[in-house]
């Protein structure tokens, strides 16, 4: 059933397209003729240094920032355009949380409800569900000023979420959260793509990216410098796999000896334990721990391991690390 609905939302009309986006603030170019195309169920995760033009790229989506070249559309509507009756479709969450710090999280939520004319019975049944899934239903009668950052950046998610938006974009939205709650918001991200939405999350915590992200953006001066399925970022050649060896005696040395192994390369080593790429023939593989191990290497542990979003980061060759 999944992979049918997944086929359907393929083929249906994109939720989200940006072509050739330009902005541009006197002479500095924040978005640098983007181009990109959510369809339901997609979720693209956003990466990149600070001044990237992560920010700048997603309030243009959302039509709070005219660009000065290409059009962003969303469900088929010209965000610039002058029709706004379709932007209630359009959640976006910024990166500091905007609040009204004397209500209480019930009230800042039944405002916002009301503000998007959502009727009082199903604002209710919303403001429940997300505080429920956000963790501040035990929260929801105390004023907002006297929560922390981590609590105010999810309500900021669950004002974003109860207008119900078809396109929901989220600029760093767990920058303040505790591990739990960085764990039931990947959790509130895979329910969202799972219901057909389109969302993008811009965010430096790339491991957790890694987690809930169909797809991969790495930008950089306003660039796209690369993008992607998130299983098709990395770049090793065709036939080869990516190796981590443990040593018992994690003071041994192998850079001498991995080095003069034939197909080895890409050598890195970090407190005993040794990464590098060589041919995935498993054979191969074996033959070269039998030759290891006549040498008196230590091994401990022997395998193959995949790229995390990280190494593809920071082989993409972007300097800065947000």
Partial sequence: MA???????????????????????????????????????????????????????????????????????????????????????????????????????????????????????????????????????????????????GMRQRITVARTLVPNPTVILLDEPSGGLDPAGRIQFRKVLASLRNQGKALIVSSHILADLEEYCTHIAIIEHGSILRAGRVGDMHDRAAGRHRYLLTLANTEQQLGEILGQAAGVSDVTHVDGVWTFEFDEDVNRAAQLLKTLIAQDVSVASFGTVGDTLEDVYLRSGVKQVD
């Fill in 3 to 149: 992979a049918t609905e997944n086929r359907r939302n393929r083929s249906a009309e994109p939720l989200v397209v940006a072509d050739n986006l330009r902005v541009e603030f006197g002479d500095v170019v924040a978005v640098r003729d983007v181009s990109l195309t959510l369809h339901a169920g997609d979720l693209l995760g956003l990466i990149g240094p600070n001044g990237a033009g992560k920010t700048t790229l997603l309030r243009t989506l959302a039509g709070l920032q005219p660009p000065v070249r290409g059009a962003a559309r969303v469900m088929g509507h010209d965000v610039s355009g002058e029709e706004t009756e379709f932007r209630r479709h359009i959640g976006l969450a910024p990166d500091s949380p905007p609040v009204y710090e004397d209500l209480t999280i019930d009230q800042f939520l039944s405002f916002i409800a009301m503000a998007y004319q959502v009727s009082p019975a199903v604002a209710g049944e919303r403001i429940d569900f997300w505080l429920e899934q956000l963790w501040l239903n035990d929260k929801r009668h105390e004023k907002i000023k006297h929560l922390s950052r």
